[in-house]
Each structure stands twice: as C-alpha cells, then as structure tokens.
C-alpha cells in the first residue's frame, strides 16, 4: 500500500510538469507582445510592453522561455489579471473560497441524494421510486448545465422571489464589508458561524441554494445510475442470500452487506465527480453571478486576459491531478482486490 | 464482440458478401433497438433533428438577397425580445433575431459542430492510438503520457483556454473541442487494437503475407468500428452541450449566428421580465433550451440503446 503510494506521488510531478509544458506551449501561439503580460505584475507596466518582451528574451527559443516562465511559476509569479485588477495569485486566493463553498455543498448533495436515491431505486426496483429516480436521472443527464440553472433562476427568482443570484443580499455585503465582520477563511458561511452572526450565514446558504442544484443535477443523475446499477448487481450475490438466510433484517442486509459493496464502482466516479464539478462550476457561477474561480476564468478568456487564462489553468489542472491520485489511492484503500 | 459476430454469421449463411453481412447486421441492431421504448424516443427525436437539419431552407427559408444563410435575418435593433406574432412563430430576441430560423438552422449549426469535432477526434485517436496499440513498447508509453497530460484537464476548462488563446469563434471552438476529445478516443482504440492484435484472424493475415498497414486498414480498424460507434453517439451530446456552453460563455459562435448556445446566452440578460411579469420573455429561452435539451436526450437515449445492443456484458443490466 505504502509503495503504491509513494509510486503515485512520485509520478505526480510529472503530469503536472507535462501541463506545464502543455499549457506554455499553447500561450506560445500568441504574439511575443501578448506574451509579454504574463510578466506584468500590475496596470501602470501594460505601457512598457515592448521594454518587457526585449528584458524577458520573449523571442528567444521554447526552451529557455519555458525556463524562465517555469521558475516564476514556482515562485507563484503567475503575472497580473486585469479582469480581476490584482495579480493571479492573488485573484486565485480571493476567488477560490467561493468555489470551495459552492463545490463542497454540491458534492453533499450529490453523494447523499445519489447514493440514497440509487439504493432505494435498486431496492424497490420497477415500483414507482424507481420509475421516478430513472426519470429524474435520464432528464439530468440531458439537461446541460446552463439551460437547467436559468430554469432554476427563472422559477426560483423570477416566479418566487426566493433565491436571488448573486453572493449575498445588500445589507449583508455592507455588513461583511465593515469592521465588525472578521473575515477568517473567505468562505461566507464559515466565516458567518465564526462570527456568530446567523443571519449573514442564512442570507450566504439562501444565495448558494439555487447555484448547487444547479451543479449537483447532472453528476447525481449519473451516480443514482451506476448506484442503482451496482447495487442491483451486488443484490443478487450469494453473501446477499446467505445474510438474509441467517435472519437479519433487511436494513441491515442492504446498509451493511449489499450497500458498502456496491458503493465500490461508485468510487471510481469520484475523478469524474470532481471534474464535472470544476467544469460545472465555471457555468454556474456565470449564470449566478458568483465570485469564484470559474466565473474569473471565464472572464478572462472572454476578456483575453492571457495571464489570468493561463493561471487559471494551471491552478485547475494541479488541483484535478491531486484529486485523481487522491481517488486512486480511496480506492486502493477501499477495495483490498486492487492493487496496481 | 464483433469479430465473433462476423464468424457467426458467415457459419449461418454460407459465402455472404461483406455487404449483406453488413446489412443483416443493421436489422439486427434496428430490430434490438425496437425492443426498448426509450431507445425508440431516441432515435425519433433524432430522425426529428436530421429532417429539420435537411430541410432547413424549406422550413426557413432565408430572405431574398440574404448572403450567408446561418446569419440570422433580423429587421431592426430594438432591444426589447417580442413574444410570438404571426411571420415570427417563436418570437424575436433582443435585437429583433428571429428565434424560429435561429433554432432551425441551428440544428445544422448542432450537427456540423459534433460530426466534425468527433470525426477529427476519431482521425487523431485512430493515428496515436493505433500506433501506440500496434506498435506497444516506447512509442505507447511516450503516447500514453501524452493522452495523461491531456486528461488532467477538465475537457471544458481546457477548450475555454484553448479558444481564449486562439481567439473567440465558432470556428476555433472547433479546434478546441476536437483538441480536448481526442485523448479519449485514442485510448479507447488503443485498448480495442492491443486486444484485436492476439485474435487469429490478424495471425492469418500475416501468414498469408499481408503487411503491417494492410493488416491495420482492412483488418484492425473495421473491428474497432462497434465501441467507436458507441462511444461517439455517446459523445454528439456532449460535444453540442460543449459547444454552446462555450457559445453561452460568450467564446462560441458571435451574436446573430445561427446557434442554439449563442441564442441562450441572449436570453440570459432577459430571464427575468419586468416586475409583475416575471414570464413575460420566456420564449427567448424556452424555445432554444427546449431544442438542444431534446437534442441531447435523443442522443443520451440512442447511445445508452447502442451500448446496450453492442456490448453484450452490458446487456440486461441496465
């Protein structure tokens, strides 16, 4: 297990060192003076962008660029992004805990309401939960993202006014804005429970309800499918029988035999969760006006603020290539038959 | 497995030509596919979208001396969408787009994006992967990695750096989108050809002297076609769905193109009607969400039945 470990960890740096490449290799389409912004570290340099590309050698080979572009990288030097007026680094700091909020209550969603709904869809096969949970699940997997969240705003804001866009109502803004609101981790509901002040927690849940349905309904459609389908299998297996056969009763026989096993092909899904999370946030968080790192990337690129473009990806790429080792590993952990 | 079909099929009819071999293959895949009403939903609904895609000059006509045809006509600049009136069956968007000829031509907008995407996908994958199936050892592995470094991107993260790179367009959407899938398919032929090469059929072919590309056109990649049918019906949908979020993300086609994503993001600012009307622009989003939404399920739907049919591991356990 340990060695499988090490292995997976060792391997890590190289697939991130190839998306460096990867994503240099495609800013080097550009223009040595486009090039030139990924240096600038704040407005007043955008001027000098000539003197930039003459001190930076951005016309000299792949190589040595990709060099000095990498040891800034590692330096957390990722430029300046005029999008968000303040370096990179800085935007991916101020921006990132709202996706982290928004990301962590969709993925509750999807775990409890797949796995739950899939169970009972599998346990109470061909009756109507089933029938329900299949329509359910067929919709959301033909549902693309935007057309069901501006359905969600559409109901939810425009017929009642329950869940409006946006991070958090007014009042509560100028209030977090003020001196008597600590702002601790960034995340808005956290950062209301640390200071005790409930109804800013309400007013931040109320604003994230919409934006995590939205993100939750396509990936729980596809677990409450493989749940549903893996659990049907697992019913069928002989330790099923042998447990009913010994008298236990059947909550026991589905959360203790059947389930715990067939949540294990639910796992391998958990990199697709976590990549339709990331993709399905840069949507969402446009369609409800979200500060988060999707919304900023998206910006960017529509705003062609290489820099930021660039930064966002390589921030995303890193945090998809953890999660995939992360979920290896679960997994490796989980099922004692595999072992690489 | 296709490679067993094909021998099952000529025991049951003695010397059958390749193409009535195809073609009891075709009723035998239509007649399975009848069996599931979902399936029949499916293919319906995309019969429906080929006919509007076909007929799309019949249906909306564009306007004498209208030069590019997925330009949508409109007649003035006013801001404010109007609801459905005669001449205008879905209604106008803002800037007076009509919505109607916006969805109709878009659907050949839809199905150009998916069939290009997907068929330079498959050409790249056929190409990495079929070298790294055929000829194993480093060149694998240097591909492998390649297809790695690929995948550590979310696919929708990597086509909005892509296209912020080359430029906004419907056209670099392309590029980007055919970029970003073909990793999957290269590794999806890979496997296919790494198991075909064992099977004795190849064994054959090369002891009756046919070399390395022979062997590969007429023997390997026929093989491979069944999981690549699957897996691409599979894929239409989610290249359209990321298309237009792209469209919708305002990097995709520009506005005024005939494209269902670009018209959904002009709905976006019109969501909300006027106070006390909440409704009253509905059809600016209803209208395009309904027709790529039905687009996808059609899909969905036929690459569920296709997977279903093809793959008979997978058959019955739903």
């Known amino acids: 297990m340990l060695t499988f470990i090490l292995r997976r960890l060792l391997l890590l740096p190289l697939v991130v060192l190839g998306t460096t490449i990867l994503i240099f290799a495609l800013t080097q389409l550009l223009s040595p003076a486009m090039r030139a912004s990924l240096f600038v570290r704040d407005a007043n340099q955008m001027r000098d962008l000539p003197a930039i590309v003459r001190k930076y050698g951005l016309d000299r080979p792949f190589y040595e660029q990709y060099g000095t572009w990498l040891r800034g990288v590692l330096r957390g030097d990722l430029g300046y992004s005029f999008v968000a007026r303040q370096t990179v680094a800085e935007a991916i700091r101020g921006y990132f805990p709202m996706t982290v909020e928004l990301t962590v209550l969709s993925f509750g969603l999807i775990v409890g309401v797949g796995i739950w709904l899939g169970t009972l869809s599998a346990v109470h096969k061909d009756r109507w939960i089933d029938h329900l949970s299949r329509v359910l699940s067929i919709a959301g997997t033909g549902l693309p993202t935007f057309v069901w969240g501006l359905a969600l705003l559409l109901l939810f804001y425009g017929i009642l006014p329950w869940f409006p866009p946006g991070r958090l109502s007014l009042e509560a803004d100028l209030f977090v804005h003020s001196d008597q609101f600590r702002r601790y981790t960034g995340m808005m509901t956290v950062d209301a429970l640390l200071n005790r002040q409930w109804w800013i927690f309400w007013d931040a849940l109320r604003h994230l309800v919409l934006p995590s349905l939205t993100l939750a309904y396509f990936i729980a459609a596809v677990l409450v499918r493989v749940t549903r389908s893996s659990m049907l299998e697992t019913l069928r297996q002989d330790y099923v029988r042998t447990a009913r056969a010994k008298g236990l009763d059947e909550p026991t026989v589905i959360r203790k035999h059947a389930r715990r096993n067939a949540l294990i092909p639910v796992i391998t899904l958990s990199s697709l969760v976590l990549v339709g999370l990331l993709s399905g946030a840069v949507i969402t968080e446009t369609i409800f006006d979200l500060p988060g790192i999707g919304r900023w990337g998206a910006q960017a690129a529509a705003q062609l603020d290489i820099a930021a473009v660039t930064g966002f990806a390589l921030f995303v790429a890193v945090l998809t290539v953890l999660g995939n080792m992360a979920a290896d590993i679960l997994y490796a952990l989980v099922d004692p038959r595999i072992r690489y | ?318």
């Open chain 2, 1 to 318: 497995m296709p490679g067993v079909r094909a021998t099952a099929t000529s025991l049951a009819h003695p010397a059958p030509t390749r193409m009535a071999a195809w073609r009891s293959g075709t009723l035998d895949l239509l007649r399975r596919l009848r069996r599931n009403p979902l399936s029949v939903v499916g293919l319906g609904l995309i019969v429906f979208f080929v006919l509007v895609a076909i007929l799309a000059p019949v249906l909306a006509p564009p306007p004498p001396g209208h030069r590019d045809p997925y330009q949508i006509p409109h007649e003035s600049f006013a801001p404010d969408p109007r609801p459905p009136h005669p001449g205008h069956p879905f209604g106008t968007t803002t800037e007076q787009f009509d919505l109607y000829y916006g969805i109709v031509w878009g659907t050949r907008t839809a199905f150009r994006v998916s069939l290009t995407v997907i068929g330079i996908s498959v050409a790249i994958g056929l190409v990495v992967g079929g070298l790294a199936g055929y000829r194993g050892g480093r060149v694998d592995e240097l591909f492998m990695r390649l297809t790695d470094v690929f995948l550590a991107f979310p696919g929708l993260i990597l086509a909005v750096v892509i296209v912020a790179i080359l430029g906004k367009g419907l056209d670099k959407v392309l590029i980007a989108l055919s970029l970003v899938s073909w990793p999957t398919y290269a590794r999806l032929l890979r496997g296919e050809i790494l198991s075909i090469r064992q099977r004795d059929f190849v064994e054959a072919a090369r002891a009756l002297g046919a070399g390395d590309l022979r062997i590969f056109v007429r023997h390997v990649i026929p093989n491979t076609i069944y999981p690549v049918v699957v897996y691409g019906s599979l894929d239409m949908a989610s290249v359209v769905i990321s298309a237009a979020a792209l469209s919708f993300l305002g990097l995709g086609a520009e506005v005024g193109y005939a494209d269902w994503g670009m018209l959904i993001n002009l709905s976006r600012s019109w969501i909300i009607g006027s106070p006390g009307h909440a409704l009253e622009y509905w059809f600016t989003f209803v209208f395009p969400g309904l027709a790529i939404s039905l687009f996808v399920l059609g899909w969905n739907l036929l690459g569920d039945a296709f997977r279903d049919i093809l793959d008979p591991r997978l058959r019955g356990s739903q």
